[in-house]
């Protein structure tokens, strides 16, 4: 017998249409009003990926310290832990108790002292971290000078920074009514200036701030010597002394793994608070940061907040209240899953394909090095003078994001502003194959570009491109 079909029915068979055959295609997607409308999942997953389809590939991307690479079952975990509230301490006890083992490790790495109580909290970046610590330092000072009877309204506190300073010391001062004391800094002198920094401390400091690394070159400051200068100021000023918060943001995690026999946390007496990044070296995904006081005493009661905990309560200090636990349990999933050896190795083989690509630049013969991944793994460079080149750094950027690299260009800081420099950033997750294939189209490139018929600059003042912190 025949068999006899009925009508068809669309919407079951919705489903199996290929999606771009779909009328689901056709939406205009909505951008700055909400639609009227509902659409389905999969049709909104659809146009919003395809939205974000010509960014950078970010793998590709040598402009940022954060990182672009965590391992599937990483990534796994912190998915199905995205729904935790890391501020609801009753509800996930659990989870308050890995941010305190994590607290715990990192004080550990950074030699906190035994004979002291240290403290610490997850934040969301260097960035809050850097708020707390400045924070601390102000009212710790304040009371300080109130009781050494300083006249407190006779001008503005301040903070002595060098002129490498990542920005959010700058937001800091201008939040939170802070006169910014800057040592610059000049082609010697790349980092923070130990023979001047005490030229710009008074009674009004409420603390220096020593960088691990400078973010625009990569270089450390000197923080073991400026330890000792502190040291002996203190010495004549019993009543105001100046003690030392480290902004750890890349070197946190990477400088005690390449570089243990260097003396710049805890070890060292007048360093009272450390901050760094989880989502830089620390190898988590953004966001999330870690700010530690050697003790107590360094972290005024007034900036701690309770909140309830198993029906007791928990102190804790942070800008922010409400934020996904799965950052802080991606760090601690890092912690168990690498131990000691395995940061060691994976910050090991950065420092290595940082180096290589160091000499591979240099051999070029085009550039001169300003750094060369001896510190923080990154290679700043200028252009050699050469009077027939037609090119700049900044068409040589344009030129690399052709095959999808993105290599800032950007002058540097104050007194330096007229030199201008490409810096690439290398991270656990840019292989040694990835640095030959960067070193073959940059080659490529700097051929293109020495070919080129037409060059045409109307604008030749330094200008920053592409992203730099
Ligand atoms: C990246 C960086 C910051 C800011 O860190 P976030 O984690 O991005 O908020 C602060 N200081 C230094 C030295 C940095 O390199």
């Not at 295609?25 to 909505?30: F, G, S, W």
């Not at 990192?106 to 850097?130: D, Y």
């Amino acid at each position: 017998m025949a068999m006899l079909y009925g009508k068809h029915d669309h919407e079951t068979n919705k489903f199996l249409t290929p999606i771009f055959g779909d009328p689901a295609e056709q939406h205009d997607l909505p951008k700055y009003r909400l639609a009227q409308h509902a659409l389905a999942p999969r049709e909104a997953d659809r146009l919003v990926r395809d939205e974000l389809l010509d960014e950078g590939n970010s793998r590709l991307n040598l402009a940022t310290f954060c990182q672009t690479y965590m391992e599937p079952e990483a990534v796994d975990l912190m998915k199905d832990t995205l729904a935790k509230n890391a501020i609801d301490k009753s509800e996930y006890p659990r989870t308050a108790e890995i941010e305190n083992r994590c607290v715990n490790i990192i004080a550990n790495l950074w030699h906190a002292p035994e004979s002291e109580k240290f403290t610490g909290t997850s934040t969301i970046g260097s960035s809050e971290a850097c708020m707390l610590g400045g924070l601390a330092m102000k009212f710790a000072w304040r009371k300080r000078a109130q009781k050494a009877g300083l006249d407190l309204n006779a001008q503005r506190p301040n903070l002595v920074i060098s002129a490498g300073y990542q920005v959010c010391w700058e937001k800091f001062c201008v939040y939170w009514d802070i006169d910014m004391h800057v040592v610059p800094m000049d082609e010697h002198q790349m980092a923070l200036d130990t023979a001047h920094v005490l030229d710009y401390v008074d009674d009004y400091t409420i603390g220096i701030i020593g960088i691990m690394g400078i973010t625009y070159t990569g270089q450390y400051d000197d923080l073991s010597t400026l330890d000792a200068i502190v040291d002996k100021y203190n010495h004549h000023h019993t009543e105001l002394p100046v003690y030392i918060h480290v902004d750890a943001a890349s070197g946190g995690f990477y400088a005690p793994f390449v570089d243990s026999q260097l003396i710049w946390d805890f070890q060292l007496k007048n360093v009272i608070s450390i901050n760094a990044s989880g989502h830089k070296y620390g190898l988590v995904y953004p966001g999330v940061g870690w700010i530690i006081w050697r003790d107590q005493q360094f972290l005024p009661e007034e900036l701690v907040f309770k909140v309830s905990y198993l029906g007791g309560e928990l102190p804790t200090m942070a800008i922010n209240f409400s934020h996904s636990a799965a950052q802080l349990i991606g760090q601690y999933y890092n912690f168990v899953r690498f131990g000691w050896d395995g940061y060691r190795e994976i910050q090991t083989k950065t420092h290595n394909v940082a180096r290589y690509l160091a000499k591979a630049i240099e051999q070029l013969g085009e550039f001169s090095l300003i750094n060369n991944g001896q510190q923080l793994p990154l290679i700043c460079y200028q252009l050699v003078p050469r009077s027939d080149r037609e090119w700049t750094l900044y068409d040589l950027s344009d030129r690399l994001l052709m095959n999808g690299w993105q290599v800032p260009t950007y002058p540097l800081p104050a007194n330096l502003e007229q030199q201008v420099i490409q810096r690439i950033v290398v991270r656990a997750d840019f292989g040694m194959n990835m640095a030959h294939d960067f070193i073959d189209d940059l080659t490529a490139a700097i051929k293109a570009l020495n070919q080129a018929h037409i060059v045409y600059h109307a604008d030749e003042a330094p200008k920053k491109y592409g992203f730099t912190h």
